[in-house]
């Protein structure tokens, strides 16, 4: 574990981007092959399992080192993180001298930690004490964030993938792409990940293809280009997913890379009917058989989930397919196609199916429709009439585009009505008052800093309702890491949209931005903390003039 | 809490002020007679009408309250009558010249201990064990998270960060009087005969320890080398304040650490913005703010600065001592020196 245990330190210290590539490059080859790939399930965020929690830590360095407990709650005050104020207290516990112990990372992956967290409570304490005596300098802290589940390295997935690229001679997109739909850590997987393309064994049927992502619009780079040149569509108000159709069996994957086909039975009821080898990509929604547009993220929640969901609710709220892309068509990877070829085949397909099938199950797979747009002058007018369809804005695609392997500036624009938008993680909850006293309601969310940390970025109020706060409140009691007087910790799970006015630097915060009227526009089950916006994606809307200019318009 | 009223030492809006002697110690305003602990600018400040002070840390007071105070140099252990009271300066381990101040009047001995460390330091004298009946302890790092490893050790890995980057300028940032010239002393104790840059703010601060005799690699100010003439491989150290001003302009892609006994905790290296930081701290760790508190005997301990709640109730609840924290009057006097970033916000990580 040391090789990795450096690896994050090196990490830690480098400021380049390419100095962090080849760090990770050079320790991906050297690492056998089963170390490399859970270093690598590691860096990407894929395993993060608690196996024992930061407050039993808590307790056997208590009850180890005789420290009193309001003690070690000002250290972890300072440090703020249970982990590495335990690592720094070891001193305290004056363990006897072990003898080092090295094992290699798959062995505490895959043995070890599983082991200790399986032990019943005085035998678990010795162990841990054991290891805590015989780590070497360094790995204490890694240890206990593997052990907690809390570990996270500030290294984005891209980096990963050149390092990967570098390593295998592999294009990055390629690497992408079999990164999706999960990676099971082991040494098989990490071979298959790296193996040259002509050999590679068949990619599972199951794996989607990386998602195309969109930037914010940035109006001057549009102004010199030909509107023509643009598909126009509303941005709707649902999740991202791709439906694709294999060898006889269907996945719907979320854009969190999880597998949701259980929530929407329709929709795998639909899908049966696509021709094997398609692949779509769309926006799920719930949409009413004679409604003129979907239903609102409030409905689709319900459906969201919710495993197995019964006859009344399927009927309550009946799940769409809103296609915009096609991917595969006959088992061909249509991405490098231009988007205006991968238009005119997915009209064909959606057509087919919809005079094949009867309404109303026609409606469960839709057509997102292209919008006339003769100039950029009307841009405006026809963002502000996406809320009248049951859109949140506009998106801009360039016709002459191939289909992109995550954000690629300047393909994909979303124009959204709410000035800015981002999605920050439940960090913190505080009880309100008066009639909200006994109700955990303020909320405190945070977004990612660099370093793959969440920082305090936002206080919001408002913006749930009310079965969404009793919900809310029943998880942030079971998810309670720490108090802070009326204050507590929750696990960073929960990802929340947040709309807010405007933003502006400050010294007094935290994470350097003041928000103006922050409030959650709703809640995303679907998001993974993990997809949550990054404080750099704050300071790029900061910076964003045509972001301010909207603000001043409203 | 602050000090009983009638005790030797007394809290005043000017700082702790003992009437037997008829002197503040390290007063925060102008007074008639002060006595100065050490030379960092939360506790030497200018306009006193007479100063006491350590001899050796005469040079850097002079040069930062100006050439013509009116200042007493005082040998360490030697004893001044002041009024009723007997005064000496015991050497702190800190800085050059820096002393734990102790009285006596009466029947009873108390001993301020100013900012102090115990672990070995080449550019000072070594810190002195001293007994009294009260003791006003500093708490700046009083957290059992904080542990010093030796200087020697910390300048080592510092000296190969140095090494390791021929190509790029090493800015190396510390506190400009005491950590910066520590730095130095360790890096000449490691053999390092090469020239290290300075900016203006170290500079001046090198006349006092190479007269008092601390052996040094040679320097030279930053602003004397000739524009253009590359800094690759070239050790520049500077105040933390210097760091992202537009005196860094000067460097291409240097790469940068800060000297802190902060930067034990990884969040504090973040939050910072250094690519590196080296955990050194010319102030007593945990263990050696224990020790001092119990190698000075006192029945009575008063705690300032940093966690001086913490290490109060700790003393009192886990050591049996009579133990208090000397109220907020000490909270917001430290300067860059000393500098408190305060309890961090919790923050998952
Ligand atoms: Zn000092």
Request: proline share 6%; charged share 25%.
């Amino acid at each position: 574990m040391q090789a990795f245990a450096d690896l994050i330190q090196q990490l830690e210290r480098s400021a380049g981007t390419k100095d962090r590539v080849t760090a990770l490059a050079t320790h991906l080859q050297a690492a056998e092959a089963a170390d490399g790939a859970w270093a690598l399930a590691l860096l990407l965020g894929k395993r993060r399992r608690r196996l024992i929690t930061g407050r039993r830590l808590r307790q056997i360095c208590l009850e180890r080192s005789g420290l009193p407990e309001w003690l070690f709650d000002s250290c972890h005050a300072q440090v703020g993180d249970s982990a590495e104020t335990i690592a720094l207290l070891l001193p305290e516990l004056a363990l006897p001298p072990a003898p080092p112990l090295e094992l290699s990372l798959a062995t505490w992956m895959e043995t070890r930690l599983p082991a200790l967290a399986a032990l019943e409570s005085e035998a678990q304490a010795e162990a841990v004490l054991a290891i805590w005596a015989a780590l070497p300098d360094g790995q204490c802290f890694l240890f206990n964030k593997l052990l907690t589940g809390g570990f996270r390295v500030g290294v984005a997935a891209g980096l990963v993938t050149r390092a990967l690229a570098q390593v295998s001679g592999l294009e990055e997109a390629e690497l992408a792409h079999r990164l999706m739909g999960g990676f099971d850590p082991s040494a098989a997987a990490m071979e298959a990940l790296l193996a040259p393309i002509e050999d590679g064994a068949a990619a599972p049927i199951s794996r989607p293809y990386p998602f195309c992502l969109a930037s914010p619009l940035e109006p001057e780079h549009l102004a010199a280009t030909d509107p023509a040149g643009w598909q126009v569509e509303w941005k709707w108000d649902g999740i991202r997913a791709q439906l694709i159709r294999r060898s006889g069996q269907t996945f719907l994957w979320s854009r969190g890379e999880e597998l949701i086909n259980a929530s929407f039975p329709e929709l795998e009821g639909m899908a049966e009917r696509l021709e094997p080898g398609t692949v779509l990509d769309g926006e799920l929604t719930v949409w009413l058989a004679q409604a003129p547009q979907p239903a609102g993220f409030g409905p689709l929640q319900r459906r969201l989930g919710r495993q197995k969901p019964g006859a009344a609710l399927l009927r309550e709220c009946p799940a769409a397919f809103i296609a915009y892309d096609l991917l595969e068509r006959g088992a061909q990877d249509l991405r490098p196609e231009p988007l205006s070829q991968r238009r005119t085949a997915l009209e064909a397909l959606v057509q087919e199916l919809q005079e094949a099938v009867a309404t109303p199950a026609a409606g469960l797979l839709r057509l997102s429709p292209v919008l006339p747009l003769g100039s950029w002058d009307e841009l405006q007018a026809l963002r502000q009439q996406a809320r009248s369809v049951g859109a949140e804005g506009l998106m801009l695609k360039a016709l002459d585009s191939a289909y992109g392997v995550g954000r690629r500036r300047g393909l994909w624009w979303k124009h959204k009505l709410e000035p800015m938008e981002l999605d920050a993680v439940l960090l913190y909850a505080q009880a309100g008052s008066g009639r909200r006293a006994n109700l955990y309601t303020d909320y405190t969310f945070g977004l990612w800093d660099g370093d793959g940390h969440l920082v305090t970025f936002a206080k919001a109020y408002s913006g749930l309702d009310n079965s969404e706060i009793n919900e809310l409140d029943r998880w942030i009691r079971r998810h309670t890491t720490e108090r802070f007087g009326p204050v507590r910790a929750v696990d960073p799970l929960q990802v929340f949209t947040l709309g807010f006015e405007g933003l502006q630097r400050s010294s007094r915060h935290r994470s350097g931005l003041a928000v103006r009227f922050p409030r959650i526009l709703r809640w995303r089950r679907d998001r993974t903390p993990e997809s949550a916006d990054s404080l750099s994606s704050a300071l790029a809307l900061l910076e964003d003039p045509a972001a301010q200019r909207s603000t001043a318009q409203r | 809490m602050a000090l009983p009223g009638d005790g030797l030492i007394q809290l005043t809006p000017q700082g702790l002020y003992c009437p037997a002697a008829d002197a503040w110690i390290d007063p925060w305003r102008p007074v008639s007679r002060a006595l100065i602990t050490h030379g960092h600018a939360d506790h030497a400040r200018p306009g006193c009408g007479a100063y006491w002070a350590v001899r050796s840390g005469e040079g850097v007071l002079r040069q930062r309250l100006g050439s013509g105070i009116a200042l007493t140099g005082v040998g360490y252990g030697e004893e001044l009558r002041l009024g009723e009271a007997l005064v000496s300066f015991h050497s702190a381990g800190h800085v050059l010249g820096s002393a734990q101040i102790r009285i006596t009047a009466g029947d009873e001995t108390w001993l301020i201990s100013g900012d102090y460390k115990r672990d070995d330091d080449p550019s000072c004298a070594p810190f002195e064990p001293v007994t009294a009946d009260v003791l006003i302890t500093e708490a700046t790092f009083g957290l059992p998270i904080y542990r010093w490893r030796p200087g020697r050790q910390v300048a080592a890995e510092i000296l190969s960060w140095w090494r390791e980057a021929p190509q790029r300028p090493s800015l190396l940032f510390a506190y400009a009087f005491g950590k910066a010239q520590r730095l130095l002393a360790e890096l000449a104790a490691l053999g390092v005969e090469e020239e290290v840059l300075l900016h203006g703010a170290v500079q001046t601060l090198m006349a006092p320890y190479r007269s008092a005799g601390v052996v040094l690699p040679p320097t030279r100010p930053l602003s004397e080398l000739p524009r253009g003439e590359s800094l690759a491989g070239r050790l520049v150290i500077a105040p933390p304040s210097a760091h992202r001003s537009p005196w860094m302009k000067r460097f291409k892609a240097p790469q940068t650490a800060f000297v802190s006994g902060w930067m034990a905790v990884r969040g504090a290296r973040r939050r910072r913005g250094f690519e590196r930081g080296f955990a050194l701290s010319d102030h007593a760790d945990w263990d050696g703010l224990l020790r001092s508190v119990h190698d000075c005997g006192a029945r009575q301990v008063y705690v300032t600065h940093g966690n001086s709640d913490g290490l109060a109730r700790f003393l009192r609840e886990e050591r049996g001592l009579a133990a208090e924290p000397l109220g907020r009057a000490f909270v917001g006097q430290r300067s860059e020196e000393g500098e408190l970033e305060g309890a961090a916000a919790p923050s998952v990580a």
